[in-house]
């Protein structure tokens, strides 16, 4: 439900305080800390510093929200412990490093999560749902700032050569390179392998610090989850932590729980195999990268190898042009400017909105409820009666949550309740004074964009068309506080595809339509464009002279493909 904002809040803060081992979309539900929250001991001393046991607690309650509550406890404690201990190593490795964060800095990003919520009372109870006061919110986005820097020092300190930068764009330039010149994106390719290569020798220090830690004057509710090995498969150790972090990754990948261990035996099994079969193959292992990293490593190695030993005649690769033609053809395509604007309903729309509520509430009762918001709600609980089912305060907007809350069970609400999402009647259907909570179902009038109000948007569009085509400004010009994009899009496929849109198929057709080089406004339902075709290509037979370069590219991908799933039977 639109409405229900307080679990998408609490990802925007969750998002800026995890620490080092990163989970995939990350969902914090809104939850009761347990009772560990409470402990003012801290848990141990990792090389003399205390780690607060709130910060354990609080991290392996984010992992269980992410996995819906789901997994071994001691499996997801030892991931919790080892996440808080990197984090910490990762404070020192910044104090070593002379790495500051000013006041200034803390506070700026502070209030830019607060404004996000926009509601400082709903953003208090937020923080306090997390374990936070403002004082201890503060210090962990001041410790966010610096993981960051960190980091960010290891990139600028990566070193990355020419002749890696033009192995990369050799090894793309038929996929993510096509069409540009190696000039044109060697900045983005820099950057992109400084990156690669700064996060690699990050890990390789955390790695390092992590195997000279001192771990002590540990309180007894966390002995036994020190980092140690496991379990050893084919030669290759994995620790009880490298376990975990395997043991989530399949659960957040859909394993069910009662599958997880055979399935685990196998993961740890594949994982052993890359780096066995890399060394047997003459790639050379990091040993100072950890044992998961060091197998991704192994196998982009792995890879590279099999790749440079290939051999191929030009006989071998006419037949493969034969085999796979289509692929070369040159496909109808178009290059196209496109700026989007999706326009907001007018005070006459809102109004229009609040005149149909008002109309409801006249004829709306307890009886005929569900039926109404079946009819005429704009919200998706339409299909169940406009039920909400049992809420808590902060979970829904503030003046919703007023009204729910203020409301007399079996009754509906007196006035029509405008939120931002538009009018809305409320039928209170019970409540549980000991919990705190309001069970409610709702019709939702959803204040709608009129044509009235989209051909207004349409003639200012036409304007600003006008001042494109003049050379009065450019689609980058376009304001900001309306228009999105406004860029090129190279290579729209017929199909409807647009790179950097989407899947838009009338605006496509719009676009393949339009005269080359016109700058023109169109509504398509309720959105207004302002597009501009600059390049449009028609079908091409292909022939194996003017495309061998892709073709050799083609061919040593498919080949090396093939060697790799010989190997590990993928």
């Known amino acids: 439900m639109a409405i229900r904002k307080f679990r998408s809040k609490m990802k925007i803060i969750v998002i800026i305080i995890t620490v080092a081992f990163a989970l995939s979309s990350i969902i914090a539900s809104y939850y009761t800390m347990s009772s560990q929250l409470s402990m003012k001991n801290y848990a141990f001393k990792v090389n003399g510093e205390k780690v607060d046991a709130v910060n354990i607690a609080r991290t392996k309650n984010m992992i269980s929200a992410n996995l819906q509550n789901r ?14 201990i990197e984090d910490e ?6 104090d070593n490093l002379k790495i500051k964060v000013s006041n200034s800095d803390v506070n700026k990003e502070y209030d830019m999560i607060q404004d996000r919520v926009k509601d400082k009372e709903q953003f208090k109870r937020m923080l306090e749902a997390q374990g936070y006061t403002k004082v201890t919110f503060k210090k962990e986005i001041e410790k966010s700032l610096k993981r960051n820097k960190v980091l960010e020092l290891f990139i600028e300190n990566a070193k990355v ?3 890696d930068m033009l192995k990369q764009y050799n090894e793309n330039k038929y996929t993510m390179y ?5 000039d044109s994106v060697k900045d983005g390719i820099k950057k992109s392998l400084m990156q690669q290569e700064g996060n690699k020798e990050f ?3 955390l790695y390092a610090m992590k195997n000279k830690v001192k771990v002590d004057d540990v309180r007894e509710q966390f002995t036994n989850f020190e980092e140690k090995s496991q379990v050893t498969v084919d030669g290759v150790d994995f620790t009880n932590v490298d376990y975990a972090k395997v043991y989530v990754s399949l659960l957040a990948g859909g394993v069910k729980p009662e599958e997880i261990n055979a399935q685990m035996d196998k993961a740890l099994s594949y994982q052993a195999k890359i780096i066995n079969v890399a060394k047997e193959n003459g790639v050379v292992i990091d040993e100072n990268l950890p044992v998961l990293i060091r197998a991704e490593v192994a196998y982009r190695d792995l890879a590279e190898n099999l790749k440079s030993k290939i051999s191929y005649t030009d006989k071998d690769l006419e037949q493969y042009f034969k085999e796979n033609k289509v692929k070369y053809d040159i496909k109808p395509s178009a290059d196209a400017y496109i700026g989007i604007y999706n326009p907001e309903p007018s005070a006459l729309d809102k109004e229009a909105a609040k005149t149909k509520a008002e109309n409801i509430m006249k004829v709306v009762t307890v009886d005929n409820f569900a039926s109404k918001a079946k009819a005429e709600s704009d919200c998706p609980s339409a299909a169940n009666g406009g039920d909400l089912g049992w809420f808590e305060k902060g979970q829904m907007v503030p003046e919703f949550e007023k009204a729910a809350f ?3 069970v079996g009754e509906i609400y007196p006035e029509v309740v405008e939120t931002q999402f538009g009018y809305h009647i409320i039928y209170v259907t019970d409540k549980n004074e000991k919990e705190n909570k309001v069970k409610a179902s709702h019709i939702l009038v959803a204040s709608k964009v009129s044509d009235a109000t989209l051909n207004e948007e349409l003639k200012e569009a036409q304007e600003l068309a006008t001042k494109i085509s003049s050379g009065e400004m450019t689609f980058k010009e376009l304001p900001d506080s309306k228009y999105a994009y406004g860029d090129v899009s190279k290579n729209i496929s017929e199909t409807g595809y647009i790179p950097g849109v989407g899947f838009n198929k009338d605006l496509v057709d719009s676009i393949y339509k339009a005269p080359l080089q016109k700058v023109e406004a169109l509504k398509i339902g309720d959105t207004i464009y302002i597009i501009q075709k600059v390049r449009e290509n028609e079908y091409k037979s292909a022939e194996f002279s003017q495309v061998k370069d892709k073709v050799i590219d ?4 498919e080949k090396t493909s093939s060697k790799l799933q010989s190997l590990f039977g993928e």
């Open 89 to 94: 190593l990762i404070q020192q490795m910044a």
């Open 203 to 205: 890990y390789k220090e």
């Open 554 to 557: 083609d061919y040593l991908n």
């Open 406 to 408: 203020n409301g007399k």
């Open 161 to 163: 050569s020419d002749e």
């Open 178 to 182: 096509a069409g540009v010149d190696f």
């Open 71 to 84: 997994g071994d406890d001691k499996v997801l404690e030892t991931l919790a412990i080892n996440q808080v």
